[in-house]
C-alpha cells in the first residue's frame, strides 16, 4: 500500500454520546512520544468507551503499538496525559501501576509465553504469583484453555505449539485473572484466515463474556470490522478518524480508502 | 567490503555505556539481594534457585574439571621445572597450593563462568526482553527481579564459590601426579605441604586467608558476572542482533571486572 501523497482531511469524528465517555475507562489526551528527533505519537487523543472494543488501524511504524504500551505503562511518553481505571499511568509510581496492570489484560503478538513453562503455567502464571493457590489456579487455567480448544495441549511449551496456539494461550493468560480492559497488539498478523477468525471470536468473547473494554491494534480491515465497535485512524501521530465499523469504511480519508481497496471491500461483508 | 554489523562507537560513548551498565548491574544486585528477604514465597524462590544451581554448576563441572585439572597439572610441569633448578623442589606443592587457592583457582572459575552460564544468562533474558516476555511479566504484576534475576545471581555467586573449591581440589590432585611423575616427590609429601599451606594463617579459626580470600573472591566474581549477564541481557534490544550483543557485552564486560575486581580483592587481602 502506497502512502498518498494528498495530505489528510483533518476531520476527527468522534461519535460518541456524553454518556458514553463520562465513565470511559481509557482516555488519552495530548500524548506525545518521541524517540530521539522522531516523534511518534504528537497530541493524540483517544476515549474508549466501557465496554466496547476499539480498533486502531493505521500504517506499519505510525505508533499503534507504542500507543498500546503507553497505555499499559511500558511506554514513557514525553508529554499528555493517558488515564486508565482512573489512575494517571503517565507518571505513576509502581504501587498505582500494579493497581492498574492488575485490571489489564494484554495479548501481545507474538504471544510472549515463556518459553521453559508449558501452556498450563503460563496460564496460570498471573494467579499463582499474585497469591492463588496453585491448584485453584491450575484448575482454572485448564477450564480457560478448554474453552478455547486447547484442554489437550496443556502440556505443550511454547516452542511445541503453532503461531495461533501461541496467540490462543496468550488470550487464556491475559483473561484468567478476568481483566476490565484488554489490550490486544496486532492480535491476528501472521494467521490463516481460519485461525484469524478464531482470534477475533475470542477477542469479541472477552467484550461479551467478561464486559472487558477492549483496545485493538491491527492491520486487517476484516478483523476490525469483525471486532469493533468503533475504528479509529492513527495517521501522522494522531488520531484521524474515530468512527463505528459501518461508517469507517464509507470514510473518505485517503488511508481509509487505500485499507479498503487493499482488502477488495470484503470488509464490507465481514 | 561489508557493512559493520554494528555501527562504530566513539570510546567516550563505550566508557559512558560501561558506566551505565555497571551502575544498572549494582542495582540488580542489590535487587536480587533484597528479594532474598522479602519474597512473597521463598519456598518457591527455593526451588528456582536450586534449578539455577543445577543450570550453572552441575552442568559447568566437566568442563571446570577438566580445565582445572590441566591448570594444576601446567602449573607444576612450569614451576616444578624451575624448583629443580634451584634444588627447592620440596616447595612445590606449597606454591601450586597458594596459586591456586589465592588467585587461579577463583579466576578460572570465574572466566569459565562468564564464558558458558554468563553468556547463556545474556542470551536467554536478552531473548525474553525482545521477544516481549519481560513486559509479559511486568503486565502480569510478576517482579521480573524477583522471578528472573535473584535466583540467577545468587546461583552464580554459589556456583562460582563451589566451582572454586572443586578447581582448586583437582588442580592439587593433577599438580601430585606432574610432581611425582617428574620429580619423584611422594603422593604423601606433596599433599601435606599443599595442606600445610591451605591450613596456616587461620581467619576465624577456620580458613586459611589463602583459602579464605580466594573464596571472598569467587563468590565476588559469581555474583558480579551474573548480575553483568542479568544487566546485559535485560537491556537487550533490536531483536536477534541486540540478543548477539548483549552476551558479548556480558562475556567482556564479566572478563575485565572479574580482573579488576580481582586485583582489588589480592590488594586488600595480601598488600
Given at each position: 500500500m502506497s502512502t498518498p501523497a494528498a495530505a489528510p482531511a483533518p476531520a476527527p469524528v468522534a461519535p460518541l454520546a456524553a454518556a458514553d465517555t463520562a465513565d470511559a475507562p481509557i482516555r488519552l489526551s495530548g500524548v506525545r512520544v518521541a524517540f530521539g528527533d522522531r516523534v511518534?505519537?504528537?497530541?493524540l487523543d483517544l476515549v474508549v468507551p466501557r465496554g466496547k472494543n476499539v480498533v486502531i488501524m493505521g500504517l506499519s511504524g505510525t505508533g499503534k503499538s507504542v500507543t498500546l504500551k503507553a497505555v499499559a505503562g511500558l511506554q514513557k511518553v514525553n508529554a499528555g496525559e493517558i488515564v486508565v481505571a482512573g489512575v494517571?499511568?503517565?507518571?505513576?509510581?509502581r504501587a498505582a501501576l500494579t493497581s492498574v496492570r492488575s485490571k489489564l489484560g494484554f495479548l501481545f503478538q507474538s504471544g510472549a509465553?515463556?518459553?521453559?513453562?508449558?501452556a498450563l503455567e503460563n496460564v496460570a502464571l498471573p494467579l499463582v504469583e499474585n497469591g492463588v493457590p496453585r491448584a485453584e489456579a491450575d484448575a482454572r487455567a485448564r477450564k480457560r484453555l478448554d474453552e478455547v480448544g486447547l484442554g489437550d495441549s496443556a502440556n505443550k511449551r511454547p516452542d511445541e505449539m503453532s503461531g495461533g496456539m501461541a496467540k490462543r494461550v496468550g488470550f487464556c493468560r491475559a483473561t484468567i485473572a478476568n481483566p476490565a480492559i484488554l489490550l490486544y497488539d496486532e492480535?491476528?498478523?501472521?494467521?490463516?484466515p481460519i485461525t484469524k477468525r478464531t482470534i477475533d471470536d475470542l477477542i469479541v468473547h472477552g467484550r461479551d463474556k467478561f464486559g472487558a473494554t477492549g483496545v485493538i491494534v491491527s492491520h486487517d480491515l476484516r478483523g476490525a470490522m469483525r471486532t469493533g465497535d468503533l475504528i479509529a485512524l492513527l495517521y501522522e501521530g494522531r488520531i484521524a478518524v474515530v468512527l463505528p465499523p459501518r461508517e469507517f469504511i464509507k470514510c473518505d480519508h485517503p488511508i481509509v480508502r487505500e485499507f479498503v481497496r487493499d482488502d477488495g471491500g470484503a470488509a464490507g461483508g465481514k | 567490503m561489508s557493512a559493520p554489523v554494528t555501527p562504530e562507537r566513539s570510546p567516550l560513548g563505550v566508557f559512558a555505556d560501561s558506566i551505565e551498565q555497571t551502575g544498572y548491574m549494582i542495582e540488580l544486585i542489590f535487587g536480587a539481594f533484597s528479594r532474598l528477604f522479602t519474597h512473597r514465597h521463598p519456598i518457591r524462590l527455593f526451588r528456582r534457585l536450586v534449578e539455577q544451581l543445577y543450570v550453572h554448576a552441575v552442568k559447568s563441572l566437566l568442563v571446570v574439571t577438566v580445565v582445572g585439572t590441566f591448570t594444576g597439572m601446567v602449573l607444576a610441569l612450569q614451576t616444578g621445572a624451575e624448583l629443580k633448578n634451584l634444588g627447592v623442589e620440596d616447595q612445590l606443592s606449597k606454591i601450586v597450593a597458594a596459586s591456586l587457592s589465592r588467585e587461579m583457582g577463583p579466576f578460572i572459575t570465574g572466566i569459565i563462568l562468564a564464558a558458558t552460564a554468563g553468556a547463556a544468562i545474556a542470551a536467554e533474558l536478552g531473548t525474553m526482553k525482545v521477544s516481549e516476555e519481560i513486559d509479559a511479566l511486568e503486565l502480569m504484576n510478576v517482579d521480573p527481579i524477583a522471578f528472573l534475576v535473584s535466583p540467577r545471581i545468587v546461583s552464580m555467586g554459589l556456583s562460582c564459590l563451589i566451582l572454586t573449591v572443586w578447581v582448586n581440589f583437582v588442580g592439587i590432585i593433577g599438580a601430585a601426579v606432574v610432581a611425582h611423575s617428574q620429580t619423584g616427590t611422594l603422593y604423601s609429601d606433596f599433599f601435606y605441604g599443599a595442606r600445610e599451606t591451605l591450613s596456616a594463617d587461620r581467619i576465624f579459626g577456620v580458613l586459611s586467608k589463602a583459602l579464605f580470600s580466594g573464596l571472598v573472591k569467587a563468590w565476588c566474581f559469581g555474583v558480579i558476572i551474573g548480575g553483568l549477564s542479568c544487566a546485559s541481557g535485560l537491556n537487550a534490544s533490536g531483536g536477534a542482533l541486540g540478543v548477539g550483543r548483549a552476551v558479548r557485552t556480558a562475556v567482556t564486560a564479566s572478563v575485565v571486572l572479574t580482573l579488576i575486581v580481582g586485583y582489588i580483592l589480592t590488594w586488600f587481602f595480601w598488600a
Open positions: 511518534v505519537l504528537d497530541h494517571h499511568v503517565e507518571n505513576a509510581r509465553l515463556i518459553r521453559w513453562m508449558t492480535p491476528t498478523t501472521g494467521l490463516d | -
